[in-house]
């Protein structure tokens, strides 16, 4: 099955202390990126990746990282996390080309930091 | 530069009626637009997607939006609401084949209720 898959779905952590949030597609796409959702903002775009190597920032980057090494995974990284960052993140993925920008959704993290 | 606002974070509807869910955007250049719909615990699905060819979209469940570039406007619409509408809606832009056009902007997202 096509799809693309986080983990983990739930985590409360303590301020300060590392995390990862891994993200993996098995479509062969190119494309991924890495939002978070809050109340009242929407989808806010935090990184995305154009292909293994090749990242860039979106509109709310600081205190993240990302990498890609490979083409399937594109983990979120939180080296300090601080009780801002407590939202629901969500990991997406679509194929290169002109007419393809229909993204696939992850089901979602939901992070609390305390 | 781009944006989208959705006007209404809540609509409620009785089944039966006509659904409209507003959007209207902001581009530099031709933008290609697109809505999705996010049910409760779950991630976000594409309705559908407007990408420069016909300015009247059919997507999936009977929902169709239409391209108005006068009116700046990408409203979503579905002639019949039905129970299993009820969900979170989000309209996005992108920047289209002009450059950039990987990043993606949301709108906040409109809370369609269905009344029985």
């Known amino acids: 099955e096509a799809q693309v898959t986080q983990n983990p779905r739930y985590l409360i952590t303590v301020t300060g202390k590392k995390l990862t949030v891994t993200c993996s597609q098995n479509m062969n796409h190119e494309y991924m990126s890495w939002y978070r959702q809050d109340p009242g903002l929407g989808l806010r775009q935090i990184y995305y990746?154009?292909?293994?190597?090749?990242?860039d920032k979106g509109d709310v980057p600081e205190g993240y990282k990302v990498s890609r090494k490979e083409k399937r995974n594109f983990p979120l990284i939180l080296e300090s996390p601080s009780p801002n960052q407590t939202s629901l993140y969500f990991c997406a993925s679509s194929p290169s080309g002109p007419y393809s920008y229909e993204q696939y959704f992850g089901p979602g993290t939901r992070l609390t930091v305390t | 530069a781009q944006s989208v606002t959705q006007l209404g974070s809540h609509v409620s509807v009785s089944e039966g009626a006509l659904v409209l869910l507003r959007c209207n955007y902001s581009?530099?250049?031709?933008?290609?637009l697109f809505w999705y719909v996010q049910y409760p615990n779950q991630g976000l699905q594409l309705l559908l997607k407007?990408?420069?060819?016909?300015?009247l979209v059919k997507g999936i469940n009977g929902f169709e939006a239409e391209f108005k570039k006068s009116e700046t406007s990408f409203h979503l619409t579905k002639p019949s609401a039905h129970m299993s509408d009820a969900a979170e809606y989000f309209c996005?832009?992108?920047?289209?084949?002009?450059?950039?056009?990987?990043?993606?902007?949301f709108g906040t997202g409109t809370k369609l209720q269905v009344i029985p």
């Open positions: 581009s530099s250049v031709p933008p290609y």
């Open positions: 996005a832009v992108s920047p289209g084949l002009s450059g950039g056009y990987q990043k993606v902007t």
């Open positions: 407007y990408t420069s060819a016909a300015t």
């Open positions: 990746s154009m292909n293994v190597e090749v990242t």
